[in-house]
């Protein structure tokens, strides 16, 4: 008995073998962002023969800050034949300068007509991404999954989120609190008192509609901005069909725009004698749309045309002066339960306030 416990004893045990884990695969590239930016990216990836390639999207849809702003009167400031790519030229603009939701278009359009939808995750949020030097290989967390790529393209964009001025009180409001970029659409501002904080690119986009539903609006500003009228007409069909037909024709229009903005550019960069050309433009474009002295008062910048972003309207001013409608420039002291209370000590009841204010680019 004893000898037989000692063999068995002695009987060595099979060896286990287990395989390695085998590592995710790790794509040529992940681009972080359904945007312009991310989009045109994988276009010229496919372009270039690479299909090995994941798009990471934190939306629902693609995009990005065309997806998110469709509020009132939301457009482009650049025109339509420069604002697009030039690879993927659209012969059917319908205006000088087009809409969000054309824009939209546009953009879908690019998705379906070179395959990129396969390659998006969409609800696929990047919480971190960090290049791992001994292996090469940049991860990319998105909650408990992660994508591995050989390169990165971080292609989120700045307007994304939005952002909320830092006013005493703003969370005491008991009426309702729409951003430009969260629009509601279900919310009827018919027969509605309407505050709309803020006077950059947005509102002045917004202004215009909002006073043709409110019975009340408000536009209070901080800073006045140097406005250019904005030469939107109608594209005529025989344009578009030029276009069609010698693509080389919107080729030279897109050129001789991007020559005229980059010129534009540059005089606000660096003060040259198309600086105050800039400006007289802007003077005489408020001169000619506001007659009353004071109120253009208000309107005028103090500051070198360029310092701020340059604003493109030609309906903005007009809006300001109608019966229903009122600027205010003295200072917001804090935001009450009703309203808005200014600094000289009057408090403003609405039913709506509306957040023209931008974006939280640090976020980025």
């Avoid at 286990?16 to 681009?31: D, E, G, L, N, Y």
């Avoid at 939005?162 to 970029?181: L, Q, V």
């Avoid at 609006?217 to 109608?234: E, G, I, S």
Wanted: aromatic letters at 10%; hydrophobic letters at 35%.
């Amino acid at each position: 008995m004893a000898q037989q416990q000692q063999r068995k004893a002695a009987t060595p045990k099979k060896a286990t073998t287990t395989a390695p884990a085998r590592k995710p695969h790790a794509h040529a590239m992940v681009i972080v962002g359904a945007g312009f930016a991310g989009l045109g990216m994988a276009i010229k990836l496919k372009q270039a023969g690479i299909e090995d390639f994941v798009i990471l999207e934190r939306g629902s849809d693609v995009g990005g800050t065309w997806r998110d702003n469709q509020y009132p009167g939301a457009a482009c400031d650049v025109p339509s034949n420069l604002y697009s790519f030039s690879f993927a030229p659209n012969p059917n603009w319908s205006r000088s300068y087009s809409g969000s939701r054309e824009i939209l278009e546009y953009i879908h359009h690019l998705v379906d007509e070179y395959g990129l939808r396969p390659h998006i995750r969409f609800n696929t949020n990047v919480d971190a991404l960090h290049f791992d030097e001994d292996g090469g290989i940049w991860h990319a967390h998105c909650g408990k999954t992660c994508f591995r790529g050989r390169a990165a393209l971080l292609a989120s964009g700045p307007l994304a989120d939005p952002e909320y001025p830092r006013i005493p009180g703003i969370d005491e409001f008991r009426g309702t609190k729409i951003h430009s970029s969260r629009w509601d659409h279900n919310y009827d501002f018919r027969g509605k008192k309407v505050a709309v904080i803020g006077t950059g690119a947005s509102a002045v986009q917004i202004v215009p509609k909002l006073v043709q539903e409110v019975d009340q609006l408000r536009v209070f500003q901080r800073t006045p901005a140097w406005v250019l009228p904005r030469m939107d007409v109608k594209t005529p069909e025989w344009n578009k069909m030029l276009f069609r037909r010698v693509p080389g024709a919107q080729s030279a229009v897109r050129k001789a725009l991007y020559g005229l903005h980059e010129s534009m550019a540059l005089g606000v960069i660096w003060r040259t004698p198309l600086t105050r050309l800039l400006e007289r433009m802007a003077l005489a474009h408020l001169r000619r749309q506001v007659s009353d002295t004071w109120m253009r008062r208000q309107l005028t910048p103090d500051y070198t045309i360029g310092c701020k972003r340059v604003l493109m309207s030609s309906d903005y001013y007009p809006a300001l002066q109608k019966s229903n409608c009122k600027l205010i420039t003295y200072p917001i002291d804090r935001i009450s339960e009703q309203g808005i209370r200014t600094g000289e000590g009057i408090e403003h009841r609405f039913d709506c306030i509306v957040f023209a204010t931008g974006f939280h680019v640090n976020n980025q």
